[in-house]
C-alpha cells in the first residue's frame, strides 16, 4: 500500500511567484494534515481536512496560503505571492481517525529566494 | 497559549547505551501524546504513542512513560543503534483540537 506522497520533493522560486503543492494521503484515510517546519523551528500546524472540508485552518499564516481538497482525495496547498518566510518544509499528512496515527509523507523543501 | 517542547536540543549517546529523550507540554487537556522519529529527507515516522489514561508503553526497544501531574513526557530507547539517529519530535492531540501539536525536537546522535 503506498504511503503518504508528496510533489515536488523541493522547489525553489523567486520572491512573488507562485507554488502548489500536492499531497495525496493514504487511500480511505478522511483526515488529511498539511503542516510545515520553517527555520528549523518546530513542525507547526497549518490546516486539517475531514474528507473535503477544512475542519479546521487556525494554522494558515496568512491570506497567501490557499488549500483545498477537491473530491475529498488528493489536496494542493497554493502559496501566492510567495514571500521569503516561506521557505520551509511542508509536510502533508492523513490518517483514518482525528485520534489515530497519522502517516507523514516526505515533505516539500520549499526555498523562496 | 499551549505548547509542547523538549529539553534538550542535542544527545549523543554511545552505541548500545540507552537513551532518553525528554518532552514538557503545557496544555492540561492533551489526552494523547505521540513520539515521532524524523530521518533526513524523510518525514516525521511514527514510533509509539500513549493515551491519558496510561503512563507507561512499551513498544519494541522503547518505551514511553507519561507523567501527567509535571505535564511531562519521555521517550527510553533502549540498546540505542546508529540507525536510531535522527531528530525526535514529541506530539499532543487534546480533545479540543484535532491536530497535533509538536515539540521542537531533539537530535539524537549515536557514536559508534
Known amino acids: 500500500e503506498a504511503g503518504v506522497t508528496q510533489f515536488p520533493s523541493h522547489s525553489v522560486i523567486e520572491k512573488g511567484q507562485t507554488v502548489t503543492l500536492r499531497c495525496d494521503p493514504i487511500s480511505g484515510h478522511d483526515n488529511l494534515y498539511w503542516y510545515r517546519r520553517v527555520m528549523g523551528k518546530e513542525i507547526k500546524f497549518l490546516l486539517h481536512f475531514v474528507k473535503e472540508s477544512k475542519q479546521d485552518e487556525s494554522g494558515m499564516p496568512n491570506n497567501r496560503f490557499l488549500a483545498e481538497r477537491t473530491g475529498g482525495t488528493y489536496s494542493t496547498l497554493k502559496v501566492q505571492p510567495a514571500e521569503l518566510e516561506d521557505s520551509g518544509v511542508y509536510f502533508c499528512?492523513?490518517?483514518?481517525?482525528?485520534?489515530?496515527?497519522?502517516?507523514f509523507g516526505q515533505g516539500t523543501r520549499l526555498t523562496v529566494v | 497559549g499551549e505548547s509542547v517542547g523538549l529539553h534538550l536540543p542535542t544527545l549523543s549517546v554511545q552505541e548500545g547505551d540507552n537513551s532518553i529523550i525528554n518532552c514538557a507540554y503545557s496544555?492540561?487537556?492533551?489526552?494523547?501524546f505521540i513520539w515521532y522519529k524524523q530521518e533526513s529527507g524523510k518525514g516525521p515516522q511514527f514510533i509509539i504513542d500513549i493515551r491519558s489514561n496510561m503512563d507507561k508503553r512499551q513498544g519494541q526497544r522503547v518505551t514511553v512513560l507519561l507523567n501527567k501531574t509535571v505535564k511531562h513526557l519521555s521517550l527510553q530507547i533502549a540498546a540505542t543503534q546508529p540507525g536510531d539517529s535522527a531528530v525526535y519530535f514529541c506530539?499532543?492531540?487534546?480533545?479540543?483540537?484535532?491536530?497535533?501539536?509538536f515539540g521542537s525536537g531533539t537530535r539524537l546522535q549515536v557514536q559508534p
Open positions: 506530539a499532543e492531540i487534546n480533545t479540543g483540537r484535532r491536530a497535533l501539536t
Open positions: 496544555n492540561s487537556a492533551s489526552d494523547y
Open positions: 499528512a492523513s490518517s483514518l481517525g482525528h485520534n489515530t496515527e497519522a502517516f
